[in-house]
T-cell receptor
Framework: GNSVTQMEGPVTLSEEAFLTINCTYT??????LFWYVQYPGEGLQLLLK?????DKGSNKGFEATYRKETTSFHLEKGSVQVSDSAVYFC????????????FGAGTRLAVHP | GAVVSQHPSWVICKSGTSVKIECRSL??????MFWYRQFPKQSLMLMAT?????????EQGVEKDKFLINHASLTLSTLTVTSAHPEDSSFYIC?????????????FGQGTRLTVV
């Protein structure tokens, strides 16, 4: 079945450091890929998405490219801020069966001044 | 973006009682809603897919009789935890999509923290 694997956290960075959170997936067909973010005490929000191979999703300085050859969707940001501290979830949506979202384990990011 | 409202945001109940959690899409219709469970510092585990006007589709290992789902209208789905026990204590989250395509954004409720004592 479909699955998502994320790098384990927590990830601790200093402000303005470069961020990479790895995400790989297993799926049949051509899924859509998403990054969701959960700030402390809040629900999940969509950060970015890509719906086909080689698409790049971007938002708020974050980027991720849908790589079908490596089945990956790594999240990157060139310069993190303290306000980026949150839990980041990689997810995929299948091509059938109500298109349910399958989430990775989540990666907690802590950014220090 | 679209809004999904979940109620209550937290609830404490006694062991053996039942608890109902509501999930509403406020500004769009949702044929399908999803219910997740999130353990502390862990990911979201899909419990079931709620379908308007028909029976819910449960994931493997989720007890249908324990977690009753009703999707009575295009804007409301409810999850009832029946005969709750302390091990049912968790964070429950619902989500809905305005469309049915797999590439559309899912919107999430703010979650319900259930504590069974």
């Amino acid at each position: 079945g479909n699955s998502v694997t994320q790098m384990e956290g927590p990830v601790t960075l200093s402000e303005e450091a470069f961020l990479t959170i790895n995400c790989t997936y297993t799926a049949t067909g051509y899924p859509s890929l998403f990054w969701y973010v959960q700030y402390p005490g809040e629900g999940l929000q969509l950060l970015l998405k890509a719906t086909k191979a080689d698409d790049k999703g971007s938002n708020k300085g974050f980027e991720a490219t849908y790589r079908k050859e490596t089945t990956s969707f790594h999240l990157e940001k060139g310069s993190v801020q303290v306000s980026d501290s949150a839990v980041y979830f990689c997810a995929l949506s299948g091509t059938g069966g109500y298109n349910k979202l399958i989430f990775g384990a989540g990666t907690r990011l802590a950014v220090h001044p | 973006g679209a809004v999904v409202s979940q109620h209550p945001s937290w609830v404490i109940c006694k062991s053996g009682t039942s608890v109902k959690i509501e999930c509403r899409s406020l500004d769009f219709q949702a044929t399908t809603m999803f219910w997740y469970r999130q353990f502390p510092k862990q990911s979201l585990m899909l419990m079931a897919t709620s379908n308007e006007g028909s029976k819910a589709t449960y994931e493997q290992g989720v007890e249908k009789d324990k977690f009753l789902i009703n999707h009575a209208s295009l804007t409301l789905s409810t999850l009832t935890v029946t005969s709750a026990h302390p091990e049912d204590s968790s964070f429950y989250i619902c989500s809905a999509r305005p469309g049915t395509a797999g590439n559309t954004e899912a919107f999430f409720g703010q979650g319900t923290r259930l504590t069974v004592v």
